[in-house]
């Protein structure tokens, strides 16, 4: 099982959440939630199986995400421009940067208070689904949970987390995915970076 310090990750994301995203409304009741005893984003596993599962996993995958979204952002800029001219929508980088924070950082929040541990036969610690809060879907659950702290979430910021899961959670959405992706570059920029952390910077070791 993978060994995460648990402090130094959960410092590193709140720099990233502190140095990165300016000021808006719900910021700070947000940051005081996730450090709460009624939260457990630093310590959650991102999953039972599949990816981050083990203690941290949430946090680790959502700094993965990040830090893969500022790579594809650096290796798409100028095609994100063109295609916010192309839409005919205004477009400033630096919203942009700071919306793929946000949605980077909590586009799993719905992960939180998700899971509980278990102990398996061989005294290893395994987690299991305790669902708290029954909202629905993936995307739009976090999509939930984000707005009752950040009060103006942005149309970019939303469609990207609600559709960050892309065609395998197409239900998420009343329109396709793909009318979703070429609407928000952001959108597709998140999606794309989910994928790649979780198959490709994941450090755990999924059951089998």
């Known amino acids: 099982m993978n060994t995460v310090d648990l402090d130094m990750q959960r410092d590193q994301f709140l720099n990233i959440f502190d140095t990165h995203i300016g000021e808006r409304e719900g910021k700070e009741a947000l940051r005081e939630w996730l450090l709460s ?3 457990d984003f630093f310590i959650a596993p991102a999953s039972t199986k599949y990816h981050g599962n083990y203690d941290g996993g949430l946090c680790e995958h959502s700094i993965d995400v990040y830090e893969m979204a500022v790579r594809l952002e650096s290796l798409y800029r100028e095609d994100i421009r063109k295609q916010y001219l192309v839409l005919n929508r205004p477009y400033d980088r630096a919203q942009f940067m700071e919306s793929l924070t946000i ?8 992960k939180v208070n998700f899971y509980k541990t278990k102990i398996s036969g061989r005294n290893n610690n395994t987690f299991t689904v305790d669902e708290q809060l029954p909202f629905g879907g993936h995307g739009s659950k976090s999509v939930y949970v984000l707005s009752k ?4 979430l942005t149309d970019d910021e939303a469609i ?17 995915i793909g009318e979703s992706f070429r ?10 970076a ?15």
């Open 194 to 208: 989910d994928e790649a952390a979780t198959f490709m910077l994941d450090r755990g070791f999924p059951e089998t």
């Open 183 to 192: 609407y928000s570059p952001l959108a597709w920029i998140i999606h794309v």
């Open 103 to 110: 949605a980077a950082l909590f586009h799993d929040l719905c």
């Open 160 to 176: 990207a987390i609600n559709c960050h899961m892309g065609f395998s959670r197409a239900g998420d959405s009343t329109i396709s």
């Open 149 to 152: 702290y950040l009060k103006d």
């Open 37 to 39: 005893d009624h939260c």
